[in-house]
């Protein structure tokens, strides 16, 4: 039967084994496809968990992997996430160091990144860091850790989690001693359950609550805090909840002497810890329920269920059960007035008890011997010294005189630290100052010029349409009344037709300077109309289709001064593809959403090097980024050879 039972193992460890190289097989051929730099770095942390049952190793390379090229690309979350997920190979294994170590790292790369996940890892994180503070005996690290988990949950209102880091953080007060922190954490975390509505949290919740009041042996509260526990109960749990569970009901009906429901739910445990044959919580519930028996005066019951546990105890070497065990059934034999076993087993108890307190001590001594070696070498000399009660005393008020010299030190180096910090942080927030003023001066600057520009870009085109356009037809209508009163020969009179067509070309050459100098429609219609209409302009030309869509701009006001700089940006960037591009076609695209304005323009042409465009210090360009800059727009260009040219600019309108 075992044979059989140990094949069935190796063979459902080798199925598993095997889906989980199927998985990591199917990653590698994700990896080596065109991948975007978070999708890559994610598959290369998946790709070390499934390699972790694997080969560990190889494993510890890909997380390294993993965290060199988030890295390398400034994706902090996914190097968090990886060093992260590799601690908890190094804790199972036992590197608690490396385990802490990847914990303090990936807690700094969440700090800082600004992934939309970030905070909730960060809080996971610390959940890590208080687990292993706990289990190293650092429990007012622990402490500290959990509060930072407890804080970053109650930004994000994970309130399920926040139950459970609220109940561990009791956990830890219990420890300390410290009944008031312990009910205070208790108290949140049966809060936070209600808030999260979830059956297992609000388990946890009521059970803690049990716990609490058993501490402080208000056994009435605690079987009501059990009983609210109840409802939440599911067989589906795992087996360390289902575990609490049971005990702590058994334990309240047992401090309340309803005998009958504790030996119930104590079974219940015992069958519990049977089922995933962990024998030290089979051996729990039987001691337990001998010793209901025993203060029934039942005994035989009370035997028979104390060697149970004591037959698994011995087994096993379970020390502190086979303590309880011995004394227990000495008791029991005591009341039955069987005197020599009962003494046979009280010796044992004794021995059992002397045994683990020899243990205790040489645990204790050995945790001294480590503490305080260099105290008990201080120790050690002030007693040799102590035969000379006055070097003593002169001894002591020079340690008085150093310790007062070294605080006064310290102090003042806190104090000196103090000023520097001060005086850095007046010195970042000044030049954080200036630099604001010498861009605000920048913007003034530019919008100084930019108005200037379109002043006096008005006041020509007002002076040409005026003036010279008014001009220009004076001559020609003199010109067409002297027509009809001159006789000219055939030869002259084509002369002179030309030369009214001339004048006409000139007329409206005049006129489309003036308008572009300050379209007319822009002032009178608003943006839409006057891009439409240049669009319109640039197709009559015949050079480029150029088609125009707008969205969201009808019956919109954009202010006139924002409206001339991005008709401004359109009418560069087009000239821009009319001299260059080389294109058969172009785009001009705005959208207006609330504050937000979206432009778009873009060609077909032959495309450029955009690192270069970028810092270009031409002319036409100059002016696009300097109307950018007063705008305070974002843009994204994006060209290569050959690919044609695309600008994507974002401004928010004040």
Same mark, same amino acid.
């Given at each position: /039967?075992?044979?059989?039972?140990?094949?069935?193992?190796?063979?459902?460890?080798?199925?598993?084994?095997?889906?989980?190289?199927?998985?990591?097989?199917? #990653?590698?051929?994700?990896?080596? *496809?065109?991948?975007?730099?978070?999708? !890559?770095?994610?598959?290369?942390?998946?790709?070390? /968990?499934?390699?972790?049952?694997?080969?560990?190793?190889?494993?510890?390379?890909?997380?390294?992997?993993?965290?060199?090229?988030?890295?390398?690309?400034?994706?902090?979350?996914?190097?968090?996430?990886?060093?992260?997920?590799?601690?908890?190979?190094?804790?199972?294994?036992?590197?608690?160091?490396?385990?802490? @170590?990847?914990?303090?790292?990936?807690?700094?790369?969440?700090?800082?990144?600004?992934?939309?996940?970030?905070?909730?890892?960060?809080?996971?994180?610390?959940?890590?860091?208080?687990?292993?503070?706990?289990?190293?005996? /650092?429990?007012?690290?622990?402490?500290?850790?959990?509060?930072?988990? #407890?804080?970053?949950?109650?930004?994000?209102? @994970?309130?399920?989690?926040?139950?459970?880091?609220?109940?561990?953080?009791?956990?830890?007060? *219990?420890?300390?001693?410290?009944?008031? %922190?312990?009910?205070?954490?208790?108290?949140?975390?049966?809060?936070?359950?209600?808030?999260?509505?979830?059956?297992?949290?609000?388990?946890?919740?009521?059970?803690?609550?049990?716990?609490?009041?058993?501490? #402080?042996?208000?056994?009435?509260?605690?079987?009501?805090?059990?009983?609210?526990?109840?409802?939440?109960?599911?067989?589906?749990?795992?087996?360390?909840?289902?575990?609490?569970?049971?005990?702590?009901?058994?334990?309240?009906?047992?401090?309340?002497?309803?005998?009958?429901?504790?030996?119930?739910?104590?079974?219940?445990?015992?069958?519990?810890?049977?089922?995933?044959?962990?024998?030290?919580n089979m051996t729990e519930p039987l001691m337990q329920i001998g010793y209901i028996y025993f203060k029934q005066k039942n005994y035989p019951e009370a035997e028979k269920y104390v060697k149970m546990g004591l037959e698994i105890a011995e087994t096993d070497s379970i020390l502190v059960f086979m303590k309880e065990g011995y004394g227990t059934l000495s008791d029991i034999y005591a009341a039955s007035a069987k005197f020599k076993d009962a003494?046979?087993?009280?010796?044992?108890?004794?021995?059992?008890?002397?045994?683990?307190?020899?243990?205790?001590?040489? !645990?204790?001594?050995?945790?001294?011997? %480590?503490?305080?070696?260099?105290?008990?070498?201080?120790?050690?000399?002030?007693?040799?010294?102590?035969?000379?009660?006055?070097?003593?005393?002169?001894?002591?008020?020079?340690?008085?005189?150093?310790?007062?010299?070294?605080?006064?030190?310290?102090?003042?180096?806190?104090?000196?630290?103090?000023?520097?910090?001060?005086?850095?942080?007046?010195?970042?927030?000044?030049?954080?100052?200036?630099?604001?003023?010498? $861009?605000?001066?920048?913007?003034?600057?530019?919008?100084?010029?930019?108005?200037?520009? @379109? %002043?006096?870009?008005?006041?020509?085109?007002?002076?040409?349409?005026?003036?010279?356009?008014?001009?220009?037809?004076?001559?020609?209508?003199?010109?067409? $009344?002297?027509?009809?009163?001159?006789?000219?020969?055939?030869?002259?009179?084509?002369?002179?037709?030309?030369?009214?067509?001339?004048?006409? $070309?000139? #007329? /409206?050459?005049?006129?489309?300077?003036?308008?572009?100098?300050?379209?007319?429609?822009?002032?009178?219609?608003?943006?839409?109309?006057?891009?439409?209409?240049?669009?319109?302009?640039?197709?009559?030309?015949?050079?480029?289709?150029?088609?125009?869509?707008?969205?969201?701009?009808?019956?919109?006001?954009?202010?006139?001064?924002?409206?001339?700089?991005?008709?401004?940006?359109?009418?560069?960037?087009?000239?821009?593809?009319?001299?260059?591009?080389?294109? !058969?076609?172009?785009?001009?695209?705005?959208?207006? $959403?609330?504050?937000?304005?979206?432009?778009?323009?873009?060609?077909?042409?032959?495309?450029?090097?955009?690192?270069?465009?970028?810092?270009?210090?031409?002319?036409?360009?100059?002016?696009?980024?300097? !109307?950018?800059?007063?705008?305070?727009? %974002?843009?994204?260009?994006?060209?290569?050879?050959?690919?044609?040219?695309?600008?994507?600019?974002?401004?928010?309108?004040?």
């Amino acid at each position: /039967m075992k044979k059989i039972l140990f094949l069935l193992v190796i063979f459902f460890l080798s199925q598993n084994l095997a889906a989980q190289k199927y998985l990591a097989d199917s #990653i590698m051929l994700t990896l080596q *496809q065109n991948l975007p730099d978070s999708s !890559r770095a994610y598959n290369l942390i998946m790709l070390a /968990m499934y390699t972790e049952p694997i080969d560990l190793a190889k494993a510890h390379e890909i997380y390294k992997q993993a965290v060199d090229f988030s890295v390398e690309k400034n994706l902090g979350y996914y190097a968090g996430l990886a060093l992260f997920y590799e601690s908890t190979p190094y804790e199972l294994n036992g590197k608690y160091q490396k385990q802490k @170590e990847n914990l303090d790292r990936a807690a700094l790369f969440f700090r800082q990144s600004p992934h939309p996940k970030a905070k909730r890892e960060e809080a996971r994180v610390f959940g890590g860091l208080s687990n292993y503070y706990r289990h190293s005996d /650092m429990l007012d690290s622990a402490v500290e850790a959990s509060l930072i988990s #407890i804080k970053l949950l109650e930004g994000l209102k @994970e309130y399920p989690r926040l139950s459970t880091h609220c109940v561990n953080l009791a956990m830890i007060f *219990q420890q300390l001693s410290l009944p008031e %922190k312990q009910k205070e954490y208790v108290d949140k975390g049966l809060d936070f359950a209600k808030k999260a509505n979830h059956p297992s949290n609000l388990l946890l919740g009521y059970l803690q609550q049990a716990n609490y009041f058993t501490e #402080i042996r208000d056994f009435q509260k605690a079987k009501l805090y059990a009983d609210s526990a109840s409802p939440y109960y599911s067989d589906s749990y795992d087996f360390s909840r289902k575990q609490n569970y049971f005990l702590i009901k058994a334990g309240t009906f047992q401090n309340i002497s309803k005998f009958d429901s504790a030996i119930h739910y104590f079974e219940k445990a015992y069958e519990n810890g049977k089922a995933v044959s962990s024998r030290w919580n089979m051996t729990e519930p039987l001691m337990q329920i001998g010793y209901i028996y025993f203060k029934q005066k039942n005994y035989p019951e009370a035997e028979k269920y104390v060697k149970m546990g004591l037959e698994i105890a011995e087994t096993d070497s379970i020390l502190v059960f086979m303590k309880e065990g011995y004394g227990t059934l000495s008791d029991i034999y005591a009341a039955s007035a069987k005197f020599k076993d009962a003494y046979n087993f009280l010796t044992q108890h004794n021995t059992i008890k002397d045994s683990l307190q020899n243990e205790e001590r040489k !645990r204790f001594a050995l945790d001294l011997e %480590k503490k305080y070696e260099s105290e008990k070498q201080r120790n050690q000399i002030l007693k040799l010294e102590a035969q000379n009660a006055k070097q003593f005393a002169e001894n002591q008020k020079r340690q008085l005189t150093i310790w007062i010299l070294l605080i006064l030190a310290v102090s003042l180096g806190t104090i000196v630290l103090l000023v520097i910090r001060k005086n850095q942080h007046k010195q970042k927030l000044q030049l954080q100052k200036i630099k604001e003023l010498e $861009t605000e001066k920048q913007l003034a600057a530019t919008e100084a010029v930019l108005k200037g520009e @379109e %002043k006096e870009r008005s006041r020509l085109a007002k002076d040409l349409h005026d003036g010279l356009g008014g001009l220009l037809s004076g001559i020609k209508f003199s010109f067409q $009344t002297m027509k009809g009163n001159l006789i000219l020969t055939p030869e002259n009179a084509r002369l002179f037709e030309r030369s009214l067509d001339m004048l006409d $070309t000139s #007329i /409206m050459e005049m006129r489309r300077v003036a308008h572009n100098l300050m379209p007319e429609n822009l002032i009178k219609f608003g943006l839409d109309v006057a891009l439409r209409d240049f669009c319109e302009d640039i197709n009559q030309s015949g050079v480029i289709e150029l088609r125009y869509l707008s969205f969201g701009l009808q019956g919109e006001e954009i202010d006139q001064t924002s409206s001339i700089s991005i008709y401004r940006i359109v009418q560069e960037l087009v000239h821009n593809i009319l001299k260059h591009a080389e294109a !058969r076609n172009g785009l001009v695209q705005i959208t207006k $959403t609330g504050k937000q304005v979206f432009l778009d323009v873009e060609d077909d042409g032959k495309g450029f090097e955009h690192s270069k465009m970028l810092l270009s210090s031409g002319i036409g360009w100059s002016n696009i980024k300097s !109307r950018l800059e007063y705008l305070n727009a %974002k843009f994204t260009l994006d060209s290569a050879p050959g690919k044609g040219s695309s600008i994507h600019i974002e401004i928010e309108l004040p």
